[in-house]
């Protein structure tokens, strides 16, 4: 395998898609006014896992076109893992920049959101103050962004190490 393809361009090429799938997503939701709503959850919902599926077994199917049908393991992990960890710092980034620029009251809106649904739910006020506390501590911080970021290339982790599992060939599966 000397001739081996750059999976950078790859990487970057599918981590963007995925980035800006989830931006655009996003800023749809929210011209539409359904930021809160639940259609506008699961739209986002279905947008995020879509991209955390596809995009690195696309990525990892290109990959391997590329390299005259050849792939290792450890090339489908790198490059799926990596279109994911691409495509989550840019989610964070937008949502820094949501959340600053964009709509800076949003925490504010969101917090009035949940109390309102954690008290039709039946909480009493001191869990609703509890519950918004806690998650207080996560929102728009560096530890928040972490373990987001940190669950997203998780999930990129598992797809990719099935997707290589599977389409994994190399020059000694040939003899």
Known sequence: ??????????????????GGAIVLTNLIIYALGMTFDTVGGIINMIVLA??????????????KKDNNSFLTWGQALKIGVGV????????I???HIFTGLIEPDFY???????????LDAGLTD??????????????GTLIGDALGFLFYV?????VSA???AIMKKTEEDQY
């Open 1 to 18: 395998m000397e001739n081996q393809t750059n999976s950078k361009n790859i990487i970057l090429n599918y981590g963007l898609i995925y």
């Open 50 to 63: 879509a991209c955390i599926i596809a995009l690195p077994i696309l990525a990892i199917k290109k990959y």
């Open 84 to 91: 994911v960890a691409i495509g989550a710092l840019i989610s």
């Open 93 to 95: 980034i937008y949502s």
């Open 108 to 118: 504010n809106q969101l917090n009035e959101f949940q109390t309102q649904k954690l």
């Open 126 to 139: 001191e869990q609703v103050d509890t519950q918004l506390a806690m998650q207080s501590k996560f929102q």
């Open 154 to 158: 998780f999930l990129g982790f598992v």
């Open 162 to 164: 099935i997707t290589g």
